[in-house]
């Protein structure tokens, strides 16, 4: 009876966390869709006089709804994208028909992704490539209505805000970029991680006319409708943490209930903000659990080289002197969170800012990105199943519309994937960090010769799609990246013999 309680009420923090928009815990509720860790942009302005020269920036007159005939639809809004022509041989020339590779913006303004997605500019002149960058509609500087408040007002004006019309989107900007550069003929690879990993498996599935194939990094599509179980995510942060070290994941196992036992006490409140050195004074104990909890995750999903933030965190616990105090467990889990984000003047609850990526991302989540993670007493944490009865209330009071959690499912697919997909679909990757706790709603075996799955054991969220690091990059992910530009010049050589078959 008390676990369930116990359940309820970690839950119940959750969503009012969520419905008082703390970045934080939404991040545990759903850990963030992003290539990489705090790449949410508060200043894009200043990021954007960082990128080179050779990427030029352009807008296409963006139709509102691609799917009705209704006046309302008609409405065009600016949609920002950037091309790079540096490497490019042409359309029809010496070199006719040079391939164009594209990425696919996701849920954060494209000034970040041009900065730190170099598969595109790593492997550009071995194609003679074009490399275009498309941004996401209601993100950045693709906004609809005339303004983000505009924009973002209410379900009605947000209701033109999914995946769908985004990649339809996509889909009018690069046929009208193959007619202006006369590039009719050009091989289209369009390239996403994530959130944008999904996106670019959905465009190559409807889309097939405009994209040859598609390299998907760390998407999760099969994180749906229950296809995977709702503990997948976090039983392999579980793994991660017990894999670096099991006094570690003892640690953080136990803590939970020292938390719990000291939050009780009539001051306990007091002693757990002095010992995390909070921001502000803890309302409860569920705000510096889910602060946790999504250290936790972020730890793992981005646990690259040559860091590694789990090492770090778990050196953190494992180093930690003794105190003199009972409440060694505590002390040790916070030395793991300082041995993570850095000496910092206060944690768990700063100031916060709120973004678009999190206003627009908790509408997305809220409409039909229903990913139904939850713990259960199988991992380290405390077990909080995903609730759909409550999460659909919190939407409905958010926004006056319930989510659509069997929507992905419908229109997209992923019941029986290799079996639909096998006859169906062609060139796609499918690439997945194993550490990555995403990759458990990830494809893992290949489902066709054309449709393939390059797992990692030791791989991290996004981490192919990063710009290439000499220095520090591992032989594995080198021949990882390898691979993939191996079978994409696969799929472009068999697209010439076709069009030269057919001419």
């Known amino acids: 009876m008390h676990s369930s309680i116990a359940s309820f009420q970690w839950l119940l923090y959750i969503f009012t966390v969520i419905s008082s928009l703390q970045v934080s815990a939404t991040r545990f509720n759903i850990p963030r869709l992003s290539p990489t860790r705090g790449t949410i942009l508060q200043n894009p302005e200043i990021l954007s006089a960082t990128i080179s020269e050779d990427f030029q920036t352009f807008y296409y007159n963006q139709t509102l709804d691609h799917f009705n005939y209704r006046p309302e639809s008609y409405p065009t809004f600016q949609q920002r994208y950037v091309i790079n022509f540096k490497y490019w041989a042409g359309g029809a020339g010496a070199d006719a028909n040079a391939p164009i590779f594209v990425y696919l913006g996701a849920e954060e303004p494209l000034d970040g992704d041009i900065s730190v997605i170099g598969f595109l500019t790593d492997n550009a002149a071995r194609f003679n490539a074009l490399l275009v960058y498309i941004e996401h509609r209601y993100y950045g500087k693709s906004i609809p209505f005339g303004s983000r408040e505009e924009a973002l007002k209410n379900a009605s004006t947000l209701g033109y805000f999914n995946s769908a019309q985004a990649i339809t989107d996509y889909a009018e900007i690069l046929l009208y970029i193959k007619e ?3 590039a009719r003929h050009s091989p289209v690879i369009v390239i996403g991680g994530s959130y944008g990993g999904m996106l670019a498996t959905w465009f190559r599935l409807k889309y097939p006319h405009v994209a040859l194939g598609a390299l998907a990094s760390s998407a999760p599509i099969l994180y749906f409708d229950d296809i995977t179980p709702q503990n997948g995510y976090y039983s392999i942060v579980t793994r991660d943490f017990r894999e670096a070290s099991e006094t570690c994941y003892e640690t953080i196992m136990k803590s939970w209930a020292e938390t719990e036992k000291v939050a009780s006490k009539p001051d306990g409140l007091s002693i757990l903000s002095k010992k995390f050195r909070t921001c502000k004074p803890l309302k409860d104990s569920y705000e510096l659990e889910g602060y946790l909890t999504s250290v936790y995750a972020d730890a793992a999903q981005y646990n690259q080289p040559p860091e590694y933030p789990v090492n770090m965190l778990c050196g953190g616990i494992d180093g930690a002197a003794l105190g003199i105090d009972n409440d060694i467990l505590l002390s040790k889990i916070f030395a793991g969170v ?40 199988t991992t380290m944490f405390q077990p909080a199943p995903f609730n759909l009865s409550s999460f659909i209330d919190g939407c409905e009071s958010l926004y006056g519309v319930s989510p659509q959690p069997h929507w992905v499912t419908t229109y997209y697919g992923g019941y029986d994937i290799k079996l639909i997909l096998q006859r169906f679909a062609s060139n796609i990757i499918f690439s997945n960090g194993l550490r ?46 390898e691979t993939e530009i191996e079978i994409i010049e696969g799929w472009i050589s068999k697209y010439y013999a076709d069009l030269k078959a057919i001419k």
């Open 180 to 182: 202006k550069f006369n």
């Open 338 to 377: 300082v041995a993570y984000e850095g000496n910092m003047s206060c944690y768990v609850n700063p100031p916060t800012i709120e973004t678009e990526t999190t206003v627009g991302w908790r509408w997305q989540r809220c409409s039909e990105m229903v990913i139904p993670i939850g713990t259960d007493n």
């Open 436 to 481: 990555d706790p995403y990759s458990s709603g990830g494809v893992l075996e290949n489902i066709s010769d054309s449709v393939v799955a390059i797992p990692t054991i030791n791989g991290s969220h996004c981490l192919d799609i990063l710009g290439a690091k000499e220095s520090s990059d591992p032989d594995w992910l080198i021949t990882q990246r």
